[in-house]
């Protein structure tokens, strides 16, 4: 975890500087809600869904626009958050619970998981200007995106899961205001994971994998400077 929260530091530092090198470029800080679409987002106990439910995104986007152009470029790097369903947790409390009513053992409280996606993105930008005060862009790329699931626990599992990586695409459609201000909204298709986990629970260690694919709706507010 130090090393991707590192990685991150020293991209976002990398951009500050290089944006100071760039006349015609610019930043745009953007946060808001992240919401799981498709497969990512259903609820299922056999871990074929990956129960996630409205979270969070911060990111941090650089564009360069062309000279006397409205196409562009651009890089960003995001940090999505998501917790999981609450169908998800009612169920491992009931397995629980019945578990501790039958055989009067006493557990603690389950651990549930929390998915955490970091794309990189790069791609190319359109700009139309509708007036002096009012412009709309749309963003079309591709990621690469790191995959952090937490630790998974309660009596009848205790799963931990290595860091995966997969290569998706992004579209989006933002509206800036006053070249200063902008609503972003973007489709992330960030690809298939192949998640490497390790069941503790037992006498030995079981380890197994799994696919997840993430789809991702994230609705932000952004400042360019």
């Avoid at 006349?23 to 992240?34: K, L, R």
């Amino acid at each position: 975890m130090r090393i991707v929260r590192s990685t991150i530091l020293a991209l976002i530092i990398s951009l500050a500087l290089f944006s100071n090198l760039v006349a015609q470029g610019s930043f745009n800080i953007h946060g808001g809600a992240a919401i799981p679409l498709n497969n990512f987002s259903f609820y299922q106990l056999n871990y074929d869904k990956a129960s996630a439910t409205l979270g969070w995104n911060i990111g941090l986007q650089y564009s360069y626009r062309f000279v006397n152009k409205n196409f562009g470029v651009f890089g960003g790097i995001d940090y999505i958050h998501n917790g999981v369903s609450k169908e998800f947790k009612e169920t491992v409390e009931y397995w629980d619970s019945l578990r501790e009513s039958l055989f009067y053992d006493t557990i603690g409280q389950p651990t549930f998981p929390t998915y955490t996606n970091i794309p990189l993105t790069i791609g190319t930008n359109y700009t139309y200007e509708l007036n002096d005060n009012v412009k709309l862009s749309c963003d079309i790329g591709l990621s690469i995106n790191f995959l952090i699931i937490s630790d998974i626990k309660s009596y009848h599992f205790d799963i931990k899961t290595d860091l995966a990586h997969g290569f998706g695409g992004c579209l989006g459609i933002n509206m800036i205001l006053q070249d200063r201000y902008s609503f972003n909204v973007n489709y992330k298709g960030l690809g298939k994971h192949t998640v490497d986990a390790y069941d503790m629970s037992g006498v030995e260690v079981e380890e197994f994998s799994q696919d997840i694919s993430i789809h991702l709706l994230t609705l932000t507010l952004g400042l360019t400077f």
